[in-house]
């Protein structure tokens, strides 16, 4: 069984910065691409980055320039990089991955608070 487990959220002041990671664990699996997303209370999940196997990135409008989304691939672990933190980035924000194990499944981690608030 594989798992995806977030840490780094917190709060943060309008224009400060945090580091988000995302590491999985398990037996025998292979991770292609993987992405962050996020939802904001009654709003819908949203995409905020991906990134490949082979480091190709694309980025919500929204976080463009301010948010970097990188990997590890040795260490299975992606990161996502938030400077310049609005108030409208405060959501639970989600690690997403596809991996293969005996088939290619979605994982999801159970999510970290990011609250931007003076």
């Known amino acids: 069984q594989v798992q995806l487990v977030e840490t780094g959220g917190g709060l943060v002041q309008p224009g400060g910065s945090l580091r988000l990671s995302c590491v999985a664990s398990g037996s025998a699996f292979s991770i292609y691409t993987m992405g962050w997303y996020r939802q904001a209370p009654g709003k819908q999940r949203e995409l905020v980055a991906i990134?490949?196997?082979?480091?190709?990135?694309n980025y919500a409008e929204s976080v463009k320039g301010r948010f970097t989304i990188s990997r590890d691939n040795a260490k299975n672990t992606m990161y996502l990089q938030m400077n310049t933190l609005k108030p409208e980035d405060t959501a639970v924000y989600y690690c997403?991955?596809?991996?293969?194990?005996?088939?290619?499944?979605?994982?999801w981690g159970q999510g970290t608070q990011v609250t931007v608030s003076s």
């Open positions: 990134i490949s196997i082979g480091g190709h990135t």
């Open positions: 997403n991955a596809h991996i293969a194990t005996t088939s290619i499944n979605d994982y």
